[in-house]
């Protein structure tokens, strides 16, 4: 068995105040979330491009018991809401790399055995 925690958005970060007062300005009128939801639902050959920083960013946590470390590890997955994965890249521009925590590594899932990002104890 192990613990999982699926669907949590995180929107895309912004690295600096001007890009974050630029973004804001941007939004100011529109709903970021009926968009995602407009592009869901909408034939996608019909759509303009989309802005990355309009997306968020989905992920799936997983905790499951490492007998080779002994210890629970950190099995992780992003995606954007309608089913693209994320780069391990993408995922890691999302965290914050002062933490000291290296880099996930691409892993297959010991339980289900699907794609994942691994991080190391």
Aim: net charge negative.
């Amino acid at each position: 068995g192990y613990l999982e925690l699926n669907g949590l958005m995180k929107a895309k970060a912004c690295h600096n105040n001007a890009e974050e007062k630029e973004l804001k300005a941007q939004n100011a009128d529109s709903d970021i979330k009926s968009d995602i939801e407009e592009i869901c639902e909408a034939d996608v050959s019909s759509l303009p491009p989309v802005p990355d920083h309009k997306l968020p960013h989905v992920y799936d946590y997983h905790v499951v018991y490492s007998p080779s470390y002994q210890v629970p590890v950190l099995f992780l997955r992003g995606y954007r809401p309608c089913g693209t994965v994320l780069s391990p890249e993408q995922v890691w521009s999302d965290f914050d790399s002062s933490t000291g925590v290296t880099l996930p590594t691409a892993e297959e899932h010991p339980v289900t055995g699907e794609p994942f990002l691994m991080l190391h104890p």
